[in-house]
């Protein structure tokens, strides 16, 4: 069973840094792209940043330039550090995974169960 596990969201200040965590736990073959989204209330969600298995990163307009994605292949982990967070930066924030859980296997998309980010003063 593989499942995916997100941390480090909180409150912050608006002008301030946090850093997202998502790390993928269960048998594992190979992990491909992976990406995070976000939800803010009454909104529908949105990707916010993509990073693909050879580490080519692309962003949502809203974010470039101010949030980087990354990832540690030997801790199957990608992250999310965001900076310069603004109050409309505020969202239940996702990340999601496309993953083989074994040779035999064809590639699945998992989601994380989301953390929250708010940012306000």
């Known amino acids: ?25 269960g048998t594992i073959f190979s ?26 990163t692309t962003y949502a307009d809203s974010v470039k330039g101010r949030f980087t994605i990354s990832r540690d292949n030997d801790k199957n982990t ?7 967070l603004k109050p409309e ?4 924030y996702y990340c999601n ?4 859980a074994g040779r035999s296997y064809g590639r699945q998309t998992y989601w994380g169960q989301g953390t929250q980010v708010t940012v306000s003063s």
């Open 78 to 84: 990608v992250y999310l550090q965001m900076s310069s």
């Open 31 to 56: 992990i491909g792209d992976m990406r995070w989204y976000r939800q803010a209330p009454g909104q529908e969600r949105e990707l916010v940043a993509v990073i693909l298995s050879g580490s080519t």
């Open 89 to 92: 930066d505020t969202a239940v």
């Open 97 to 100: 995974a496309d993953i083989r």
């Open 1 to 25: 069973q593989v499942r995916l596990v997100e941390s480090g969201g909180g409150l912050v200040q608006p002008g301030g840094s946090l850093r997202l965590s998502c790390a993928a736990f």
